[in-house]
């Protein structure tokens, strides 16, 4: 049964940057979260997609924007990095049942690092 | 506000030495408690998921627990390979799909 995977696992940018990270989520889910971490710090909420829509947002700017594929993949797009976007990236997926969210399973994670 | 914190911020266990973890919780409602495993530079690993007050779960040394305010994480008899980052999360009631981490609690077990 295959995990979430996540691509690339590092990759280094300068400011002002554009960037996207991709994932695919476990085999027989259909929703994907996506969180930024902080070194020492735990995930922040960016947004969540399911059946291709951003479906909910956490308190990031607009220069992060994502999108999901009929095959259930998605996509974190960053634009303009600022050095303070230097985090590891980390995509979780569920599987919706009954309206509800279960468990979310998450993948290796992304770092980013903005130089 | 919804906030979770974690105690201690990092505990150092000799081998065999048993001990807990402390998860307290403040949201307006709650629909799951989860507990992750984080090693370093990897994603979250799930453990267990809590719903309600007096639910317990276990998986090999650890055992999970759940209060109206609080969930403990024991770790019974820890060996070297259950040093990681043990992270808590919360789902709160109005947001079905958010979830909110604390900080971790990075755990170290010696030989």
């Known amino acids: 049964d295959a995990g979430v995977t996540q691509s690339p696992t590092h990759l280094i940018k300068t400011r002002g940057q554009q960037v996207t990270l991709r994932c695919s989520p476990k085999s027989g889910h259909d929703t994907v979260s996506w969180y930024q971490q902080a070194l020492g710090q735990g995930p922040q909420f960016i947004f969540q997609?399911?059946?291709?829509?951003?479906?909910q947002r956490g308190n990031f700017p607009d220069r992060f924007s994502g999108h999901q594929f009929p095959n259930y993949s998605s996509e974190l797009n960053v634009n303009a990095l600022l050095l303070g976007d230097s985090a590891l990236y980390l995509c979780a997926s569920s599987l919706e049942q009954g309206g509800v969210k279960v468990t979310q399973y998450f993948g290796p994670g992304t770092r980013l690092l903005v130089l | 506000e919804d906030q979770v914190t974690q105690s201690p911020e990092a505990l150092r266990l000799q081998e065999g030495e048993s001990s807990s973890l402390n998860c307290s919780y403040t949201v307006s409602g709650l629909r799951g408690l989860f507990w992750y495993r984080q090693d370093p530079g990897k994603g979250p690993e799930f453990l267990f998921t809590?719903?309600?007050a007096g639910e317990e779960k276990e998986k090999e040394r650890l055992k999970a627990t759940l209060t109206k305010k609080e969930s403990f994480l024991h770790i019974t008899a820890p060996k070297p390979e259950d040093s990681a980052t043990y992270l808590c999360?919360?789902?709160?009631?109005?947001?079905?799909?958010?979830?909110?981490f604390g900080t971790g609690t990075r755990l170290q077990v010696f030989p």
């Open positions: 809590l719903y309600s």
């Open positions: 999360a919360v789902r709160p009631s109005y947001n079905t799909d958010k979830l909110i």
């Open positions: 997609y399911y059946e291709e829509e951003e479906r």
